[in-house]
């Protein structure tokens, strides 16, 4: 089985994070999805935000934060390597499309009342605090 690489958006409005989670899934993930061949990170993401949220993201409004690797739930003997940007601007009110069920904006209060996949859960949120980008 091969690896598998996404790339993901944080979207920070009023201190809160953006959250999704999907109509198969129990928990709630970051906005993006996985690398199509011939796309950049930052493409696939702008196109992600725009099937999953109907917002519109240009490439120079995002700003790396970071690449997180971890086991895929579920399929523990593949790898996620995780890109993940800070979306900086966006154009339109984000709302759930497509194959999204639920969107929250969450503080850090929120962590372990939700379900959060678990490089955000591990990984981002605790910078996203430490660095004081969210409640």
């Known amino acids: 089985m091969s690896d598998i690489y996404k790339s993901a958006g944080i979207i920070i409005k009023n201190r809160k994070l953006l959250v999704e989670k999907s109509k198969d899934k129990d928990f709630f ?16 993401l702008s ?35 995780m890109h993940c940007f ?11 499309n497509n194959e999204v069920e639920e969107i929250k904006w969450v503080t850090s209060n929120d962590i372990g009342k939700i379900k959060l996949g678990s ?13 004081n980008l969210i409640d």
């Open 47 to 81: 196109r992600e935000l725009m099937e999953e949220f109907k917002i519109n993201v240009l490439e120079q409004d995002m700003q790396e934060f970071g690449e997180f690797h971890a086991k895929a739930a579920g399929q523990e003997d593949r790898l996620i390597h």
């Open 119 to 131: 490089i955000f859960e591990h990984e981002v949120v605790p910078r996203l605090i430490k660095e």
């Open 29 to 44: 993930i970051a906005p993006g999805g996985t690398v199509e061949a011939g796309e950049t990170e930052k493409q696939t």
């Open 86 to 96: 800070i979306v900086n601007k966006w154009v339109g009110e984000p709302e759930p």
